[in-house]
């Protein structure tokens, strides 16, 4: 089965900072790669799938890119409403394997 | 607006079976596939179990295989998961989701509010 490798696990970033989180593929899966966003208690959120395609009603600041077997998450300018953990997600065949998730949170 | 309302969660003994419900509402239910996610107290996100549009297709994670089976009934909307010969390490929150393609090789766009199931003595 393919792994997902998430990194960091954690960060702390000033508002208005730039965030980058990264997922990795251990074998090639296209840019059939989502990424979801879950705020403390709450659901989990899609922000973006086919690796790069903002999913409606999702701020601009969020981002995706790559393709094969590696890919990055970018927040333009961290806002307090941002504090959550980010998961990636790969969906080219089952298992739909989940990255372990990366924490943002607010220095 | 799309809702889905999982069901059927609760306490259950080490070894007996748990059916989850998942009613859906505010889309077409039979032309998306449907996936079942869990997440364990404190921990990242699993993805469980998924169905296409028609049933022909259903894909099962290594740690459920033999033991969970996934169904849908069309003409009610629903999805379902029948856990059985349930262990301690099957306790978490369960998601009912959507996907937004008709085949299991679509992302998930919408996700229920989870129902809780704990395996304990």
């Known amino acids: 089965d393919i792994q997902m490798t998430q990194s960091p696990s954690s960060l702390s970033a000033s508002v208005g900072d730039r965030v980058t989180i990264t997922c990795r593929a251990s074998?090639?899966?296209?840019?059939?790669l989502a990424w979801f966003q879950q705020k403390p208690g709450k659901v989990p959120k899609l922000l973006l799938y086919?690796?790069?395609s903002l999913q409606s009603g999702v701020p601009s600041r969020f981002s995706g890119s790559g393709s094969g077997t590696d890919f990055t998450l970018t927040i333009s300018s961290l806002q307090p409403e941002d504090v959550a953990t980010y998961y990636c997600?790969?969906?080219?065949?089952?298992?739909?394997?989940f990255g372990g998730g990366t924490k943002v949170e607010i220095k | 607006e799309v809702q889905l309302v999982e069901s059927g969660g609760g306490l259950v003994q080490p070894g007996r079976s748990l059916r989850l419900s998942c009613a859906a509402s505010?889309?077409?239910?039979?032309?998306?596939?449907m996936h079942w996610v869990r997440q364990a107290p404190g921990k990242g996100l699993e993805w469980v179990s998924g169905?296409?549009?028609?049933?022909?297709?259903?894909d099962y994670a290594d740690s459920v295989k033999g033991r969970f089976t996934i169904s849908r009934d069309n003409a009610k909307n629903s999805l379902f998961l029948q856990m059985n010969i349930l262990r301690a390490e099957d306790t978490a929150l369960y998601y009912c989701?959507?996907?937004?393609?008709?085949?299991?090789?679509?992302?998930?766009?919408?996700w229920g509010q989870g129902i809780l199931v704990t395996v304990s003595s």
């Open positions: 989701a959507k996907s937004r393609e008709f085949g299991l090789t679509g992302p998930i766009d919408h």
């Open positions: 505010g889309f077409t239910f039979d032309d998306y596939a």
């Open positions: 169905i296409n549009w028609n049933s022909a297709r259903k």
């Open positions: 074998q090639g899966i296209s840019d059939y």
């Open positions: 086919a690796a790069s």
């Open positions: 997600q790969k969906y080219i065949y089952a298992p739909l394997t």
